[in-house]
């Protein structure tokens, strides 16, 4: 006999730890599961009852959501023991859950055979991301909405609040950022002036604008995670949001199409482009790129 337990579903509510049991030779006869009510057959009505949702046979349960997500939950149960679902949401479990699932540490100092000081390169900071702005495997993620530096400080912090907070058997956290690469020197307090270059102090990680710093999936809805992601965006040193693919989705189309739907004619592109009343002269190849959208590590988002 297997076992599948349950938390809550779309259908109803399911008593926690409810250990469903199923005879394995039930499954011989049957292949696929209907999604509509006039689909069923005796075997599936028979298997219906024995795991206990034979209440799903009753006319005022007769909708088809509700046999959706129960097929999808005894479609898993031959190839897993222990299922846990989620509250009122996906019930599909389709979500591959990786063997280390909470985020791993980071050094605070890179390995190098010698470590070399590096000019200040505020550039990295400003303007947009280029890489890690997209979702790979997650559902949500914390966004950075301006420019700045993480210590390892901060990363520390997201990790232990993440991992302290999360549910690792639904959930899984991974890093879309690097660990700290870039050398910040500093000299000591009551110095003099000159004597050249101060020593390394410490090594941060510059992030910009529309990178995702944690990106979090699994079989978990955004209400059960946003109040975890929230905190942690709150305290990081630049403006960050939590988003989901679909709000960043819509983000990045609200912006193409204000820019596609601007009834202004005098737009930045327009008068850079013109060079009107010799503006170029003042303009900057990064503010050409990109159109006035960024005056340095900060993103003006009304900016067509």
């Not at 005022?60 to 023991?81: D, E, G, I, T, Y």
């Not at 992601?229 to 989901?244: G, I, R």
């Amino acid at each position: 006999k297997g076992e599948t337990r349950l938390s809550h579903c779309r259908f109803g509510k399911v008593t926690n730890q409810t250990a469903l049991r199923c005879k394995h030779e039930q499954w011989e006869d049957i292949y696929s599961f209907p999604t509509n009510i006039a689909d069923i057959n005796v075997p599936v009505a028979g298997l219906y009852k024995s795991l206990g949702f034979g209440f799903l046979l009753d006319v005022s349960w007769q909708h088809n959501s509700h046999f959706a997500c129960v097929n999808s939950l005894l479609s898993v149960v031959k190839r897993s023991p222990l299922i846990q679902n989620t509250r009122g949401g996906n019930c599909a479990g389709d979500v591959v859950l990786p063997d280390k699932p909470k985020l791993k540490f980071l050094n605070k100092v890179p390995n190098l055979k010698k470590a070399k000081k590096e000019a200040k390169k505020l550039w990295d900071i400003q303007g947009p991301a280029k890489s890690a702005n997209t979702f790979t495997t997650g559902q949500y993620a914390i966004v950075a909405l301006g420019g700045g530096y993480l210590h390892w400080g901060h990363i520390e912090m997201m990790r232990l609040t993440i991992n302290r907070k999360m549910d690792a058997r639904t959930t899984f956290a991974m890093w879309r950022i690097n660990a700290p690469y870039k050398p910040i020197t500093r000299k000591g307090l009551g110095q003099r002036m000159g004597g050249g270059k101060g020593a390394i102090d410490h090594y941060v990680t510059p992030v910009r604008y529309g990178r995702l710093i944690v990106e979090v999936g699994g079989k978990v809805e955004l209400g059960e995670v946003e109040h975890i992601l929230t905190e942690v965006a709150k305290k990081l040193p630049f403006p960050a949001k939590v988003m989901s693919k679909e709000s960043l989705a819509a983000l990045y189309k609200k912006q193409a199409d204000m820019e596609q739907n601007n009834q202004n004619p005098w737009s930045f592109k327009k008068i850079a482009q013109g060079n009107m009343l010799g503006i170029r002269r003042v303009l900057s190849p990064f503010d050409l790129h990109n159109h006035g959208r960024f005056t340095g590590k900060f993103h003006f988002p009304q900016r067509v």
